[in-house]
């Protein structure tokens, strides 16, 4: 397990924009996909997006589909998830994950890595 560190989670009202990023150990992070997921109370933790080893290759839930955009600069080991026109159904703790490249993107149990999670609350 590699440790990824998470930043960038707030409060914001609907239709604002939060910017999440995440960090990880340079050999960690050239060789793995990088996802997003959150957990809201009460619910299952659920995919938001991931990104491929190179950047070239996103995936989406289709909630977040238009509105979020994952990218990575493997140059600073980091990944972000751009949340823009957020609704209160996107409160949730958000987590980055971790995943060996090969296979799908969606199930949790791919990725090996978890960070420790950042809240995001959005207002009506």
């Known amino acids: 397990q590699v440790q990824l560190v998470e930043s960038g989670g707030g409060m914001v009202q609907a239709g604002g924009s939060l910017r999440l990023s995440c960090a990880a150990p340079?050999?960690?992070?050239?060789?793995?996909?990088m996802g997003w997921f959150r957990q809201a109370p009460g619910k299952e933790r659920e995919f938001v997006a991931a990104?491929?080893?190179?950047?070239?290759?996103?995936s989406y839930a289709d909630s977040v589909k238009g509105r979020f955009t994952i990218s990575r600069d493997n140059a600073k080991n980091t990944v972000t998830l751009q949340m823009n026109n957020l609704k209160p159904e996107d409160t949730a703790v958000y987590y980055c994950?971790?995943?060996?490249?090969?296979?799908?993107?969606?199930?949790?149990?791919?990725?090996?890595?978890w960070g420790q999670g950042t809240q995001v609350t959005v207002s009506s």
């Open positions: 994950a971790a995943a060996y490249s090969g296979g799908s993107v969606g199930p949790s149990s791919r990725y090996h890595s």
């Open positions: 340079k050999r960690t992070f050239m060789s793995n996909v």
């Open positions: 990104i491929s080893t190179s950047g070239g290759t996103t």
